[in-house]
């Protein structure tokens, strides 16, 4: 369930976004004033920040300031009934995502939260995949660098295939478990055709020439199943 951290001090206008967000399936945590939004804004952890501008005791543009400064990540959407250029711009200065003019329309808001969370969904997709090929993988004796499509032992390399590195990268992110042939199938060749089947048995027998030298690497075939990668040193 995604968590809106919304402050707005015009109690109306609060009800109903609120009331609109909880029925569209979010959470909310909402704040009347700036300094209560401030002291509160760590303690839980929320997906999107919606301030409104004018608030009593701190306004939004200060409130997003000092939350940016004490670490938070989260996008900031501001809703402002200003509409000059210069609030626009200090607003995106002091680290807005987004912001929409007053009066607006409960669809439009929502639209531009759903695009705000997809935005971040595939920014931490990005960095998750960027950390993912950049990292080393111990199998026993041996050393599995997907970004490179290397196995390494000693001063010895094997230079992977792409589907031999496509294949092994799916089989280490499932170590100790049973890797599904048919999802193995479909990730590397985009359908479970027979002569993919076939051309998969392939490459299991190349990665098993691979991990020969090794007797601490098991790639098993469960029949029905799938595929068990298993090494000693997990």
């Known amino acids: 369930m995604p968590v809106v951290f919304y402050v707005e001090d015009e109690p109306f206008l609060a009800k109903v976004v609120v009331d609109t967000l909880e029925m569209q399936g979010y959470e909310v945590l909402s704040f009347a004033s700036g300094k209560t939004a401030l002291a509160n804004w760590y303690k839980q952890e929320f997906d999107i920040a919606v301030l409104d501008v004018m608030l009593p005791d701190m306004d939004g543009f200060e409130l997003a300031r000092k939350m940016r400064e004490e670490g938070c990540q989260a996008p900031v959407m501001f809703l402002t009934a ?9 607003g ?5 995502t987004d912001y929409l003019r007053k009066p607006f329309s409960m669809e439009e808001l929502m639209a531009r939260i759903q695009v705000q969370l997809a935005w971040v969904g595939k920014q931490l997709k990005q960095k998750q995949e960027e950390e993912d ?27 992977l295939s792409y589907k031999e590195n496509h294949i092994l990268t799916l089989l ?19 359908d479970d055709s027979f002569f993919n089947s076939r051309t998969l048995d392939v490459y299991i027998r190349k990665l098993r020439t691979h991990f020969a030298g090794d007797p601490g690497i098991q790639l098993l075939t469960l029949k029905g199943k799938g595929y068990l990668l298993r090494t000693e040193n997990q």
């Open 82 to 90: 200003r509409s000059f250029t210069a609030d626009v711009l200090k």
């Open 92 to 96: 995106f200065e002091v680290g807005a």
């Open 133 to 159: 090929s950049d990292r080393t993988i111990q199998l026993s004796t041996l050393l599995f660098r997907p970004k490179a499509m290397q196995l390494t032992k000693d001063d010895e390399t094997v230079q």
């Open 172 to 190: 280490t992110g499932n170590l100790n478990q049973v890797t599904d042939r048919k999802q193995l199938l479909l990730a590397v060749w985009g």
